[in-house]
């Protein structure tokens, strides 16, 4: 290892985002792979905010509309998340309506939070941190497809149960909007650098 | 094309140094002294930066192979069976997409089938022609577009996290009626587990340094 401190920006290197390639910062495409050369992910920031925010906004109708809807001999009853959650609960089934609640109560929100925490803090974090909030989001990029599971709970009970005018159970416009907080909060992870946070860091020790 | 002859023997990764940035803190490294069955973290924030294995894309091949052909069985044979008051139904892996669609859902139908079937299909096929390639030290012109695919691909697939949705279901329909687990269930949840190991075998900084390697 030449010398240990030193990061590929301070050398005027960039790291090709895909296959590790270290090139100049003036290159434009990555001459192994083919992909284009950022510094530092173009945009990260408002990029990020901007998926955030329309995740935000697409969990209110995720949780307030049906998620699924059950219709027995002539009668339809809808479900939302957070009722699944409760019906399963009341069926005694504790352990698996603990896994449904994390993977779309606790999971998502505490994601969003976190994200937004991240993206605040790239400017006006504390200093000596950076470690816990690198920490931090390797986290919310290893756990946000997790949240995916009620959305193919939903997608699986419906080609299972299809037994017409008897049992049949339809997928609620909620399973679209649920699928969508988690598709869009995975880009926005995505599309967050971390790599801003050590340059904040870098910054300040000096 | 990559000439044959002695040279072609020797370890490739050991005689040159292999500089790549932390992805998460951007510090430079260098992982060409990494010895079989070493891996090697970011010393500033810990995060993951590359393990080397020797017969690495043998073993990924193979298990490879043999994930393509059970997610063939998974998808061709019926996936679980409902029984309920004297009527029965059977399900297949692609309705758990399709039947989507007739419910007015194309949008979702497609994401579903996307994250447990063609995402996957789609890496494996490439991760075959990739480590076949790479395995057999051949350089072909499509080799760099392949690892971009599989590279990007990669982070979209949620074969793991449907089978536990599909636990979750097995639960959740046995308190009102009789399920039964088909040839396919038992063929998925051994295609998720081979799929996973595919994955962690496989080590983007060392596949794109035989990449580029090869086509020297």
Redesign the interface.
């Given at each position: 290892m030449s010398n240990p401190q030193a990061t590929a920006a301070s050398r005027g290197l960039a790291c090709c985002h895909l296959c590790l390639k270290l090139v100049s910062q003036e290159t434009h495409r990555c001459p192994r792979c083919g992909s284009t050369i950022h510094s530092r992910k173009a945009n990260s920031l408002e990029r990020t905010l901007a998926l955030l925010m329309t995740a935000t906004i697409l969990y209110i109708p995720a949780n307030l509309l049906p998620i699924m809807i059950t219709d027995q001999l002539g009668q339809s009853i809808e479900s939302t998340i957070v009722g699944g959650v409760i019906l399963l609960l009341d069926m005694g089934s504790i352990a698996v309506a603990l896994v449904i609640f994390a993977a779309s109560v606790i999971i998502p929100l505490t994601k969003l939070a976190l994200l937004y925490h991240l993206c605040w803090s790239v400017r006006r974090g504390p200093p000596g941190t950076v470690r816990q909030r690198t920490a931090i989001y390797r986290g919310i990029e290893f756990i946000g497809k997790w949240s995916m599971i009620d959305v193919f709970v939903v997608a699986i009970l419906v080609a299972l149960i299809n037994l017409s005018n008897l049992l049949v159970i339809r997928p609620g416009p909620a399973a679209l909007a649920f699928a969508g907080v988690v598709i869009l909060s995975m880009v926005a992870a995505e599309s967050f650098d971390p790599r801003l946070m050590w340059d904040r860091q870098e910054a300040i020790d000096e | 094309m990559a000439t044959e002859g002695e040279a072609n023997r020797v370890n490739p990764r050991r005689s040159v140094p292999d500089?790549?940035?932390c992805?998460?803190?951007?510090?430079?490294?260098?992982v060409s002294m990494l010895r079989d069955g070493e891996s090697a973290s970011c010393?500033?924030?810990?995060?993951f930066l590359s393990r080397y294995t020797a017969n690495q894309f043998e073993q990924v091949a193979a298990v490879a192979l043999a994930a393509l052909v059970l997610l063939g069985l998974g998808c061709s044979y019926p996936f679980?069976l409902?029984k309920?008051?004297g009527?029965e139904?059977a399900?297949t892996l692609p309705?758990?997409?399709?039947?989507?669609i007739s419910?007015g859902?194309p949008?979702?139908s497609f994401?579903?089938a996307g994250?447990?079937i063609v995402i996957p299909a789609v890496v494996l096929l490439l991760l075959l022609a990739m480590t076949g390639a790479i395995a057999t030290e051949r350089h072909y012109r499509w080799l760099?577009?392949v690892?971009?695919v599989i590279?990007?691909l990669k982070?979209w697939s949620?074969v793991e996290?449907?089978f536990?949705?599909?636990l979750?279901?097995l639960?959740?329909?046995s308190?009102m009626?009789t399920?039964e687990m088909g040839v396919a269930f038992w063929a998925y949840a051994a295609f998720s587990v081979l799929f996973v190991l595919a994955m962690s075998g496989l080590d983007?900084?060392q596949s794109?340094r035989r990449?580029?390697w090869l086509s020297q």
């Open positions: - | 500089y790549l940035a992805r998460s803190c951007d510090l430079i490294f260098d010393t500033r924030c810990a995060a679980m409902l309920f008051n009527l139904s399900m309705q758990v997409s399709l039947n989507l419910h859902m949008v979702l994401c579903v994250f447990i760099p577009w690892g971009r590279f990007t982070s949620m996290v449907f536990l949705g599909v979750v279901s639960v959740k329909v308190r009626a399920v983007r900084a794109w990449i580029e």
